[in-house]
């Protein structure tokens, strides 16, 4: 399983945006210079390659380098290093040592660059205030001109951040999604869990998987998982369940159906069949009255 080392940083939009991105790529052009021996490249992630022109970026890094990035060209910016851009579905999953800046992001461009390995630094500028106070809540990423980061690493149940850990000895929970036999083994784990009173808020579960170093989409399957087992149980009566009586003087308690609409036809006799509740199980939602 991997650890998560990656720097993160949150570039917020309380400037015009051309500024908000100018600070981003500023600051990925400074780290790499710093690390270039460590990395592989700089990256400007974008939702698609139409948004280099004719936009903020373009003004940025200048019409002539936002024509090369368009064409798929990489731009030289020396100590063996090239910027190049990427997109959602240019940039495949799997493992990358780059600085990764993703301009005008959202919580699903975000979950993609979550799920890879290798990353050295993402530098995220929001689409819009508010875009990526999830993904924020969850990294604490730095924030330029901050005092502090966003908030703590996310804290769970230690027991539950125990037996969550201990699925990584048999599970690649860093691969996206898992196998029958890995989503048994994590059913089992919730299960106890919930038999001994442990209990945790599917968010914080969610966050904490991730900063673990799962696969968001793997955390996702984690969340799903642990709502399912911790509702079982939990469910309330329906609205068109049977009324249920009980005969005067006894205490077994009988079930009445009637048919649909709520009222017998005219014509239709009163005698019912009244069933002990024992013999209704395996039955289902039978009719159980006589017409």
Known sequence: MKTS????????????SNKAIAMAVKLGIEFSRKVADEIEGVVLYLSDKKSIRNSSLEKVVS???????????QVPMGKGLGLRAETV?????GSHRDIVIAIDADSKMMEKIDGMA??????AVPRKDGD?????????PII???KKKVAERVVIDPVVADALSALAVGIDLSKPGMTMQDRKQVENMVRLLKQNRHQEEPAKVH?????????????DELVAIWEEVYRLGKTSKSKDAAPVIKPEGGNIPLVLSLPKGGLL???????LRLTKRSRLQGVGRRVLIAS
């Open 132 to 140: 990526l106070d999830s993904w924020a809540e969850t990294w604490s």
């Open 265 to 271: 036809p005219k014509g239709a006799s009163r005698t």
């Open 89 to 93: 579905r240019t940039y495949k999953d």
């Open 63 to 73: 019409p002539k380098i936002a024509i090369l990035l368009h064409k798929g060209e």
């Open 5 to 16: 080392g990656t720097r993160r940083v949150l570039v917020p939009r309380n400037w015009q």
């Open 144 to 146: 330029p001109g901050a």
């Open 207 to 219: 966050a904490w998987a991730v900063q673990k170093g799962w696969h968001s989409k793997t955390a």
């Open 118 to 123: 290798g990353l050295h630094t993402v530098i």
